[in-house]
């Protein structure tokens, strides 16, 4: 496997990284865009103030940090800003502790993906998303 990875180079495998985690958050913002009512409805649901201003700046974080992560432009700022959002909306809307049954287990799934989301995106910011 070592070696596979070797062949395939450390610049490869880093912008295959980068255009992973980007997809993640520029089709989320895509979807938000396109689906604003129900992205407005999953705001309100959670009783947060100014939900089509919370939406709206959403948008533009998952928006602008995805193409931060994808272009290389302003990488870190845009990784540690995703990360930072990542952790604020997993807590909000991911509360599996306040579930039961199934449901806490599928929240509690989703939970961890976003923390290990937000482990990459700190990565990449530490690293510069292997950037020289």
């Not at 199934?102 to 993906?113: D, G, I, P, V, W």
């Not at 290990?116 to 020289?132: E, F, H, I, M, R």
């Amino acid at each position: 496997m070592n070696q596979f990875l070797n062949g395939l180079g450390a610049p490869a495998i880093a912008w295959l990284v980068r255009i992973g985690m980007a997809a993640v958050f520029l089709f989320s913002a895509w979807e938000k865009t396109w689906y604003w009512r129900d992205g407005l409805a999953e705001v309100r649901n959670k009783g947060l103030p100014l939900a089509g201003g919370l939406l709206a700046a959403t948008i533009m974080v998952q928006l602008l940090g995805g193409l931060a992560i994808l272009s290389g432009w302003q990488l870190q700022l845009g990784a540690l800003a995703l990360a930072g959002f990542t952790l604020v909306a997993t807590l909000l809307f991911h509360g599996f502790w306040q579930e039961s049954g199934a449901r806490r287990r599928m929240q509690a799934t989703t939970f961890l993906e976003h923390i290990a989301l937000s482990a990459g995106l700190l990565w990449l910011a530490a690293t510069a998303g292997g950037q020289p």
